[in-house]
């Protein structure tokens, strides 16, 4: 099993920044890639972006591309920096962990997941 904790959320202005971690515990050597995926009120859960535990492969939907980062901040913690905040970014941002190596966009990819934190981008 792995588990994992998301926390970073909160709310900023259109323009600003936030900076998101996902902390993994449990069995985390069968982790190959940590994803974040986020759900808006009333939307489907999208995927955001994607990293290799190895951290030499990232991935990015077009909406968040050159305005978020994900990177890997040590052993057991992957970081999701946002950077020129939209009001359409507010949704509650999930990360996830799967072993599969491919369909990284897919939410189905993924076994676990954290409980999610909110970010909320004011107008």
């Known amino acids: 099993q792995v588990q994992l904790v998301e926390s970073g959320g909160g709310l900023v202005q259109a323009g600003g920044s936030l900076r998101l971690s996902c902390a993994a515990s449990g069995r985390i050597f069968s982790i190959y890639v940590i994803g974040w995926f986020r759900q808006a009120p009333g939307k489907e859960r999208e995927f955001v972006a994607a990293?290799?535990?190895?951290?030499?492969?990232t991935s990015y939907s077009d909406s968040v591309k050159g305005r978020f980062t994900i990177s890997i901040d040590n052993a057991n913690r992957v970081s999701l920096q946002m950077n020129s905040l939209k009001p359409e970014d507010t949704a509650v941002y999930y990360c996830?962990?799967?072993?599969?190596?491919?369909?990284?966009?897919?939410?189905?990819?993924?076994?676990?997941w954290g409980q999610g934190t909110q970010v909320t981008v004011s107008s």
């Open positions: 990293i290799t535990w190895s951290g030499r492969t």
């Open positions: 996830a962990a799967t072993n599969r190596r491919v369909s990284w966009v897919e939410t189905q990819t993924y076994d676990y």
